[in-house]
């Protein structure tokens, strides 16, 4: 079969028929009744030339229908053909004895075709076509009925066949509606299995997914043995306890998971002091965990040193961080706790801290020494310098204080290290502090080409160290001067609040990353802006100055936008006794 016969085959067996299966009865019964009348001679054609007119006609219509449908033309088309019938059956009507042919019926044909097309209007065009074919035989005689009953017929006839056609257009109708219906949910059940076999391929593929996933996470679950990784439920109840937890507090998963609380692991004394501090209140084991998350807020974390305890009743440093486990609908199901080994990292410090404090009072004694020969030899009466070496001896001088002054600061940050700030205290008046510290960086800012500002709006007596606090103040206002650019703006302000001083120095420089502010008093760091601006420093300062405030009772605090500016305020009791040497936290 050629593939044009499969496809008119496919057009024949559709559901809304083609023109041709549309015609074919017409042209079978048509050509039939044409048998008939050669056949039986009582029959006999009236008009032999009308009688083969109607045949030409039959044969064009069925071809032009069988045209159609192969190029597939619009309805309105193919109406044509159905009018045609009415003509050919008109005149073959007028062949085979006009108003008196048993061939009459053969209109019902077209009119079935005509009616069945969508829409009322076509009952009229079905009525008006039977109309034209039934007095079609008295138009080609140019006569008029002969009789009553000719008459009756002729005007009967159509409004049967009219009828005939209101019935065939309102079941067409019906059909249509029907098929739609069956069509669409045919389509309907034809989308949902398609989308069913799609979710069922997505379905197997996260499941997929979701197994890999779990290998990877037993994997990496099992492979974390330098830090100890512990889930919890909201009450504390240990649910998870990765192998590093094992090895770290010498007890398995199957002596903790659902039967151990993390809160066995840590010292009492500290989460019953945190628990005091941030105010937890209940029940002794529900104050402990209280205490312990109190800080983890939903999608922050929070880092803290505890003193972890072991299975054997040992205690050790470590690094707690604890984040909270939330569900779809953001609500705490419980925590996550990961705890490090601290304890080398503070033989590390410590070590550290030993070797600073030994080199700086090794580098002490002899800078001292450099220091006395070279004014010796700048006051040498007998053996006067040059112009020229008195500029290489104030070269000298300048950066043998400089490192003096570095060596004195290691010093300090040992001493601070260690619990042990001194302090000369004695009553000080902050005011006068600050302006000195104000005044001794006037040049430094008039060479820098920034305007250092000073606003001290009333007198700050405070029982400290004057040597200290004025360390402090120059301090800060020498970094507000490193870091503002020239045309920059420092200002320095003074004030009290109830019981305490405050004392602002705020600068318009490059300002610190946001990231980075809870680092800035850490010894030696050194913000990221300020490596990549070549800022001089090696970032004990603000270390140093936040050491002093807290050693006269007082607080640090820093506000900074990177490319705005950065502002300090340190906040100092104005009355108290502070001992001559405060231990340090």
């Known amino acids: 079969m050629t593939d044009g016969a499969k496809t008119l085959l496919r057009r024949l067996v559709v559901d809304e028929p083609s023109p041709l299966l549309k015609q074919l009865p017409t042209t079978v019964f048509f050509f039939v009744a044409v048998l008939v009348v050669l056949l039986f001679p009582p029959l006999r054609f009236t008009a032999p030339v009308l009688a083969s007119a109607s045949a030409v006609l039959i044969a064009v219509t069925t071809v032009l229908a069988w045209l159609l449908s192969r190029r597939h033309e619009p309805a309105t088309w193919t109406l044509a053909v159905p009018l045609l019938d009415f003509v050919a059956i008109g005149a073959f009507r007028a062949a085979t004895g006009g108003s008196t042919s048993i061939f009459t019926a053969l209109i019902l044909l077209p009119v079935v075709w005509v009616a069945a097309e969508p829409g009322r209007v076509h009952i009229l065009v079905a009525a008006a076509g039977t109309s034209f ?23 009967f006839a159509p409004l049967v066949y009219a009828c005939a056609a209101a019935i065939v257009n309102e079941l067409a109708r019906q059909i249509r509606s029907k098929l739609a219906a069956i069509s669409q949910m045919a389509h309907d059940r034809e989308r949902m299995l398609e989308e069913s076999i799609e979710h ?12 890999e996933a779990d290998r990877m996470f037993r994997g990496v679950w099992a492979a974390v043995t330098e830090q100890a990784v512990i889930g919890t439920d909201v009450s504390g109840r240990i649910d998870a306890w990765n192998p590093g937890a094992a090895r770290m507090l010498g007890r398995s998963a199957r002596d903790t998971e659902d039967v151990a609380t993390v809160t066995q692991f840590l010292l009492t004394e500290e ?3 945190r628990a005091d501090e941030v105010g937890v209140h209940g029940e002794e084991a529900e104050r402990r965990f209280g205490a312990l998350v109190s800080r983890a807020h939903p999608g922050e974390a929070d880092t803290t040193e505890w003193t972890l305890v072991r299975a054997d009743g040992t205690t050790f440093p470590g690094q707690v961080t604890v984040t909270s486990r939330l569900d779809e609908a953001d609500r705490v199901t419980g925590y996550l706790f990961v705890a490090t080994d601290a304890t080398q990292a503070h033989e590390a410090a410590r070590m550290k ?17 450099v220091l006395g020969y070279l004014e010796l030899l700048r006051d040498d009466e007998e053996h006067p310098l040059t112009d020229e070496q008195l500029h290489y001896l104030a070269v000298a001088e300048r950066n043998a204080h400089r490192l003096l002054t570095l060596v004195g600061e290691l010093l300090f940050t040992a001493q601070v290290e260690s619990g042990e700030v001194p302090l000369d205290v004695r009553e000080v008046e902050l005011g006068a502090v600050v302006r000195a510290s104000v005044e001794s960086a006037g040049p430094a800012a008039s060479g820098a080409g920034v305007v250092l500002d000073a606003s001290i709006a009333s007198p700050a007596v405070l029982r400290g160290d004057q040597t200290r606090l004025g360390q402090a103040c120059d301090n800060l206002i020498s970094n507000a001067l490193k870091f503002t650019r020239r045309g920059g703006t420092v200002n320095v302000r003074l004030g009290t609040d109830g019981t305490r ?5 705020e600068d318009t ?10 680092r800035l008093f850490s010894r030696f760091f050194r913000a990221s802006s300020a490596t ?6 090696v970032g004990l300062g603000l270390t140093i100055t936040q050491a002093i405030v807290a050693a006269h009772g007082g607080t640090m605090s820093v506000e900074s936008e990177e490319g705005v500016g950065t502002r300090f305020t340190a906040t100092l009791p104005l009355a108290g006794p502070i001992d001559r040497a405060v231990g340090m936290a």
């Open 532 to 537: 990549r601006n070549a800022v001089p420093g």
């Open 509 to 518: 420089g490059i300002g610190i990353p946001a990231a980075e502010l809870d």
């Open 200 to 211: 069922a391929r997505r379905l197997e593929a996260s499941e997929a997914a979701y197994r």
């Open 353 to 369: 801290d030993e070797f600073v404090g030994l080199v700086s009072h090794e580098l002490r004694t002899p800078l001292s020494s």
């Open 271 to 273: 989460l019953d002091a």
């Open 501 to 505: 001083a405050v004392l602002e120095v």
């Open 133 to 155: 074919a039934l007095f079609l035989p008295y138009l080609l005689q140019a006569s008029a009925p002969s009789s009553g009953a000719d008459v009756i017929r002729a005007i």
